[in-house]
């Protein structure tokens, strides 16, 4: 039983492309986060949900729109893909009530062309 | 002062040694001070977390120093293994809604066998 899973695991597109990666977690947790690490391994926060309202938007340009159809799912979606955004994208949750435990998944490795 | 500064970038021990990353952070705020361990190809995954109401936490292997007073926090481990190659990262975060966690830039260990 994966506790927070995403797919796909690997993704590689075309500049300009429109793509998307979904995440569900089943550890019934309220918050969920994507967070964009890239070649040298930094770890940056992007947008974090709590029970499907936005609570953190980092600085991220407008091309990149998260979707929280329910708790569980937080979905990424990706406009007019740029080389730049070659990297790792993990979605993560955590529920704050067991010492703010962030969980990952294993990661969705995007490489743009 | 949202930052998280950690040394060194990269570490290189012999198998039996003892390993030591460093973190230091600005905001007093913060009050919760995880670290997470990544292999290749996964997602991190808490490895050990301290309050700073204590000053040293201890699981296995894995210590936890806290220097409230200095806004520094240590990872040690002991009798290191190969099987502890990985990247750490320390952390740190405020207990609330959305629980914007900051990571550390990532500490590269290798331990030889």
């Known amino acids: 039983d994966t506790a927070v899973s995403q797919t796909p695991k690997y993704l590689v597109t075309q500049m300009g492309n429109d793509k998307s990666i979904k995440c569900e977690q089943n550890l019934g947790h309220d918050t969920m986060y994507w967070y964009k690490q890239d070649s040298k391994k930094f770890l940056k926060i992007m947008f974090s949900?709590?029970?499907?309202?936005?609570?953190i938007n980092e600085t991220v340009p407008n091309r990149f729109s998260p979707k929280s159809p329910d708790k569980a799912h937080l979905n990424l979606h990706i406009n007019s893909l740029e080389l730049g955004d070659s990297a790792v994208y993990f979605c993560?949750?955590?529920?704050?009530?067991?010492?703010?435990?962030?969980?990952f998944g294993e990661g969705s490795w995007l490489t743009v062309v | 002062q949202q930052q998280v500064k950690q040394s060194p970038q990269s570490l290189i021990v012999q198998k039996g040694g003892i390993s030591i990353i460093n973190c230091a952070y600005e905001?007093?705020?913060?009050?919760?001070f995880p670290w997470y361990q990544q292999f290749p190809g996964k997602g991190p995954a808490l490895l050990i977390a301290?309050?700073?109401?204590?000053s040293e936490k201890k699981e296995g292997r894995f210590t936890i120093s806290f220097n409230k007073s200095a806004k520094q926090f240590s990872l040690h481990i002991m009798d290191s293994q190969p099987g502890d190659s990985a990247t750490y990262f320390c952390a740190a975060s405020l207990d609330n809604y959305g629980q914007n966690f900051v990571f550390g830039p990532g500490t590269r260990l290798s331990v030889l066998p």
């Open positions: 949900y709590n029970n499907k309202e936005l609570i």
């Open positions: 301290i309050r700073p109401d204590v």
């Open positions: 993560a949750s955590s529920s704050g009530g067991d010492g703010n435990t962030i969980y």
């Open positions: 905001n007093t705020a913060f009050d919760y």
